[in-house]
């Protein structure tokens, strides 16, 4: 099992930002694949969080309306863009994988994106 | 949403020593709750689920227990590769949260 991702990006304020999550070893449909970020010095924040089978979506309400996550499945990718970027954007970003049933077990995770928003 | 609480925030043992870390939820989990372990430069990595569920690969001497609203996590015999932070990690429902982390350093 491995979740790839996307390399670093350095944006601007106000900038939007798309972060890919590559799956490989499993079957793609049967798990949910949610996004994740923990800032410089914080701890783990939960972004939200796609169905790659039917491709419904539930975001943290934090995000609402800033960010949208979709899916390929002919690439088994997925994919989370977050726009209006400020200053306090700048983290890691990670996707991780959760079976669809008997509770949400984050137990493979992606390498991890570095967002940095400066001017 | 659920709110997840850890303690301590930070601690320092030596190598062999017993440490135990303790996660409480605002609301019952019932046996929903993870553990993870974030060490620099390294994705988190999940270590338990279900409470008490070693994930494989990880050594026997990690141990989880509790249920409901309270949760500890046991290291036994702490070795240098557990250095990093520990996140408690409710899985019971929607938006998933986190505790705000243990970092365990070694003396």
């Known amino acids: 099992v491995q979740l790839v991702q996307s390399g670093a990006e350095v944006k601007k304020p106000g900038a939007s930002v798309k972060v890919s999550c590559k799956a490989s070893g499993y079957s793609f449909t049967t798990y949910y694949i949610h996004w994740m970020r923990q800032a410089p010095g914080q701890g783990l924040e939960w972004m939200g969080l796609?169905?790659?089978?039917?491709?419904?979506?539930n975001y943290a309400q934090k995000f609402q309306g800033r960010v949208t996550m979709t899916r390929d499945t002919s690439t088994s990718t997925v994919y989370m863009e977050l726009r209006s970027l400020t200053s306090e954007d700048t983290a890691i970003y990670y996707c991780a994988r959760t079976f669809y049933t008997d509770g949400y077990n984050l137990d493979y995770w992606g390498q991890g994106t570095l967002i940095t928003v400066s001017s | 949403d659920i709110q997840m609480t850890q303690s301590p925030s930070s601690l320092s043992a030596s190598v062999g020593d017993r440490i135990t870390i303790t996660c409480r939820a605002n609301?019952?989990?019932?046996?929903?709750l993870c553990w993870l372990q974030k060490r620099p430069g390294r994705p988190p990595n999940l270590l338990i689920y279900a409470a008490s569920t070693l994930q494989s690969g990880v050594p026997s001497r990690i141990i989880g227990s509790g249920s409901g609203t309270e949760f500890t996590l046991t290291i036994n015999s702490l070795q240098p590769e557990d250095f990093g932070t520990y996140y408690c990690?409710?899985?019971?429902?929607?938006?998933?949260?986190f505790g705000g982390g243990t970092k365990v350093e070694i003396k």
């Open positions: 990690q409710q899985s019971y429902s929607i938006p998933l949260t």
């Open positions: 609301q019952t989990i019932l046996d929903y």
């Open positions: 796609i169905n790659p089978n039917a491709g419904n979506i």
